[in-house]
C-alpha cells in the first residue's frame, strides 16, 4: 500500500497586516521555503499544484486562474479546492494514494486584510432568502450555537474562557502567532458580551499568511529527507447547511474523525494521539470539537481543560500552536495553520513549545461559520 | 529577498468587488411558503411521511432520505425558543442599543427550526423552552419574505 508523506513545509510570518506583500507574494514566499526545505525544483519535481480559496475573500472572482506562476505551476496540473486548507490536503493525498502522482504541492493562504468590509462578506454566506434578510453581525450564529452548546453539555462560560487563555498563553511561545497574551480567566469573562453568551476575547481575530506543503510518495519521501511525516488519514464531512437543522454537537467533526482514524488504524484516540490542534475560532468550539473527535467524553472537555489536560505538560496537549485564538484565523488557511503545527512538532522543530516525544497528532478544521463542514487530519512520525 | 522597509512607499489600490446585484429564485417549495405567509398569514413547513421530519423553511426533498416531498403541512404560529443570543453589536460594529435578540424557534420535536428574532422581551427574561408566537407584518405591508415576520414575541 502505498504511504503518503509530508517532505516540506514552507510559511510566511502571520500578521494582522500585510502592507508591504501582494496576497502571490505571500504565496510564493511560502512555496519558496517549501520547495528549499524540501530539496525539490517545482518546475521540474512537482506533477500537481492544488491551492485553497474562495473568491470573495480574495476580491476577484474565479480565483483558480490567478495561482500558476507564483507557484512555479505555470503549464503544469493545477486546481483550486473552494474551501478549507485540510481539503487541499485531502486532495493531494488521494492523488498520491491512487498512484497518480509521487509529489504533489497544497498550498492555502490569508490576505483577508485587504477585505475592507470583511463582516458583510460574511454574510453573503447566509442563505440568501431565509438567512441574510434577517441582518444582524454574522458572529451572532456563534452566540446562538454556545449557548445551546453549554445547556447541552453543562459545560460553563468558565470553561469557555479557560480555552482562550491556555490558547493565547500557549501563543506566547509561538514565534508566528501574533495574538499571544498572558490573561486571566477573569479577564475573558469580564471582556464584552458581544453575543452572550459569547465574549469578545472569544472570537479569534482575523491574519494574514500563507503555507504550502509538500506531499511525496512514502518511498520516495524516505530518499528525499530524514524528517518526512506521515499523512496516515484524512476524512471530512459536510452537514446540513441549514442552522435550523444543525445540532449543537459539531457532527461533521466527529464523522471526518471516523474516517481518518479508520485510515489510520486508530481505535482509541485518547489513548494513541499525543496532541491534537482543532479549530477554536470560537473559544467553546475547541470543546465541542474535542469531544465530537472523541478526545473527550461528551460536556467533559471543559473540565478536562480546567484540570489541565489540554495544556503544554497534560495528557492531550491541545492548540500548543495557540490555535486561532493565538495565530488568528486565517480563513481557508486555519487547516494548513493546524497541520502545520502538528508537523513542526513531530519533526522536533517546536522550539520553547516542543513536546518530549510525541508520534501522532491530529489537525482539525472546521469551514466557520454559518456552516457544518470540516476535516480532520492523522500525521505520524517515521518510525 | 528585498523588501520594503519604509511605511511611507507602501501602496495600495482601492477597488470595489460588485456583488449587489442577484435575483435569487425562491423555488418551489419557497413559492408555497411565501405564498402562505403573505396572503394567509400562516407559517407552512414540509413533511417527509417515511422520516415523520417536517422542514421549515419547507424543502422539496428530504435531507434523512432524500424523498421528494409534496406535502405541506400549516406549523401554526406558536413555537418555543431553542436557543438565543443578545447581539450587541451591528454588523459594522457599532453598539446595539437596545440589543438584538436572535433566536431559533422550533415548532415541535419532529419539525426543524427556524431563525429569527424576537421582541417586546427584554433580554434577561428570555430562557430556552420559552413559549412565543409570531407577530406578523399587517396583510397589505406583507411583501412574501422572511421579514414579512417581525420578530418572534412571548405568549402572554
Known sequence: MREVSIVGIGYTSFSPVTPDLSWKELMFEAATRAYADAGIDPRKDVQSFITCAEDYWEGFSIFDEFTPDQLGAALRLMHTVAGDGLLGLANAYMQIKTGLFDIVVVEAHSKISDLLTYEDVLMLAFDPIYEAPLGGHPHYLAGLEMREYLAWTGTTEEECAAVAVKNKWNALRNPLAPYGAAIAREDVLSSPYLFAPLKKLEIAPLVDGAIVLVLAEGELARRLTDKAVLLEGIGWSSESPWVGTRLPDARYARLAAELAYAQAGITNPIQEIDLAEVDDRFAYKELQHLEALGLARPGEAGQLLLEGAFDLDGQLPVNLSGGSLGMGDAVEAGGLQRALEIILQLRGEAGARQLPDPEVGLAMSWRGLPHGSGAVAIFRREA | ?156
Open chain 2, 1 to 156: 529577498m528585498e523588501k520594503i522597509s519604509k511605511p511611507t512607499e507602501i501602496k495600495h489600490q482601492l477597488g470595489h468587488m460588485e456583488v449587489d446585484h442577484y435575483h435569487y429564485t425562491v423555488g418551489l417549495a419557497g413559492e408555497r411558503f411565501f405564498t402562505a405567509l403573505r396572503e394567509e398569514g400562516k407559517l407552512l413547513g414540509a413533511r417527509c411521511e417515511s422520516c415523520g421530519v417536517t422542514y421549515i423553511p419547507p424543502r422539496i426533498y428530504c435531507e434523512e432520505c432524500f424523498a421528494e416531498l409534496d406535502e405541506y403541512v400549516d406549523l401554526g404560529l406558536e413555537g418555543e425558543v431553542r436557543s438565543f443570543t443578545i447581539a450587541r453589536i451591528d454588523r459594522d460594529g457599532r453598539p446595539l442599543d437596545p440589543p438584538e435578540i436572535r433566536a431559533l424557534i422550533s415548532f415541535g420535536e419532529d419539525t426543524t427550526d427556524l431563525l429569527h428574532l424576537l421582541g417586546e422581551v427584554e433580554p434577561e427574561e428570555v430562557y430556552i423552552g420559552m413559549e412565543v408566537e409570531a407577530v406578523l407584518k399587517p396583510k397589505r405591508e406583507r411583501e412574501g419574505k422572511v421579514t414579512d415576520i417581525r420578530y418572534f414575541r412571548p405568549i402572554k
